[in-house]
């Protein structure tokens, strides 16, 4: 489907690689792992792994505890032992996770336009207000949509109809933006418009298919807007 901006009256963004970048937690790791991307890539790779099997085998928790597990099995797999007050430490790292550049001018300029912002996000709504306050979008978003409301992750459709029933609007009138692939498809099976957040330029997954809409940041959404 081609990108309908005359659709769009609410605009729901992710959180995790979106607004924040969880590359930043390689950082906290740097102190305590002598080689530390590798087990930050784990670490991700294995917390995105987690959700997908939860949804598939009903074992909902919430995404912090999932986050635990994944950290812990990194240092496992890399033969990293450290005390668990240290891992929680590293943990804590995504309370205040880098907000990357475009993200508060350009949230600003689509609430300028009218646009009702949403976060919509595998996150318990614990990580996502400390989220809120630390990348200074509180004001701007309307509200956060958690997976934890409903016990069930992102790409199922379950979750984004819960959105926009939260939102209280027709769920082909908004468009969800991500930088996650999967987050693309799962939103656009459920109905709405998929914005892929394309950064650093890379390449798409398209074995099912193309985005509604890639932009670069998020300015150039509101370029594709008006």
Known sequence: MTFDPDRVTTITFDSYSTIVDVEAA???????????????????????????IANAVDAYKPFYEMNRDALQYAL?????????????????????????????????????????LYVVSNGNPEMLDSMLDHAGIGGLVEDTVSADEIG?????????????????????EIAHVTAGYFDVYGAMHAGMQGVW?????????????????TIGSFHDLLNELD
Do not use: C
Not at 77 to 83: M, Q
Not at 197 to 213: E, T, Y
């Open 76 to 116: 496992d797999a890399h033969g990293v032992d450290i005390a668990t007050e240290e891992r929680d430490e590293i943990l804590a790292v995504y309370h205040e996770l880098d907000v990357f550049d475009d993200v508060r001018d350009g949230m600003n300029r689509l609430y300028d336009a009218d646009y009702d």
């Open 26 to 52: 390689e950082k906290a790791l740097r102190e305590r792992v002598p080689d530390p991307q590798p087990v930050s890539r784990l670490w991700r790779s294995r917390s995105l792994a987690y959700t997908f």
């Open 152 to 172: 069930t992750f992102k790409p199922d459709a379950e979750l984004y109809r819960h959105a926009a029933a939260r939102t209280g609007t027709p769920i082909d």
């Open 197 to 213: 957040v394309n950064r650093d330029d890379g390449p798409w997954d398209s074995f099912a298919g193309d985005p509604d809409l």
